[in-house]
C-alpha cells in the first residue's frame, strides 16, 4: 500500500519560513516525479514545485527564489523548504508522485501566514 505523508504546515508570520516533509512508504520515491501542490480556498489545485529522477526541477514563478525542494532518498522523503512567506502562500499544500499511469496524493498540510 502507497503512502505520501506531509508534516510541517502550521501558522507562520509574513517573511518567516517553514519546511514542509513528505514520506513515502510503498514506493521509491527517486523512481517518481515528485511534487509539492497547494489549493486555497475558491482556487484551482497548482503546482508549487516538482523534482524528476534526474533531479530536474520545475518550480512555480510565483515561488522562484524563495521556495526550494529536495530529496532525502535514505530517507525516502521530499522536503519542501519555503522562505520569505506571504499571506498568497496560504494554502493547503499536497505532495505528489507520479510515473507512468500511476499517481499517489498525501492528504495536505495547511499553511497559514498570517501576522
Known amino acids: 500500500q502507497v503512502q505520501l505523508v506531509e508534516s510541517g504546515g502550521g501558522l507562520v508570520q509574513p517573511g518567516g519560513s517553514l519546511r514542509l516533509s513528505c514520506a513515502a512508504s510503498?514506493?521509491?520515491?527517486?523512481?517518481?516525479?515528485v511534487g509539492w501542490y497547494r489549493q486555497a480556498p475558491g482556487k484551482q489545485r497548482e503546482l508549487v514545485v516538482a523534482?524528476?529522477?534526474?533531479?530536474?526541477?520545475n518550480i512555480a514563478d510565483s515561488v522562484k527564489g524563495r521556495f526550494t525542494i529536495s530529496r532525502d532518498n535514505a530517507k525516502n522523503t521530499v522536503y519542501l523548504k519555503m522562505n520569505s512567506l506571504k499571506p498568497d502562500d496560504s494554502a493547503v499544500y499536497y505532495c505528489?508522485?507520479?510515473?507512468?499511469?500511476?499517481?499517489?496524493w498525501g492528504q495536505g498540510t495547511q499553511v497559514t501566514v498570517s501576522s
Open positions: 510503498g514506493i521509491i520515491f527517486n523512481h517518481y516525479v
Open positions: 523534482i524528476r529522477p534526474s533531479d530536474t526541477i
Open positions: 505528489n508522485a507520479r510515473i507512468r499511469f500511476e499517481n499517489f
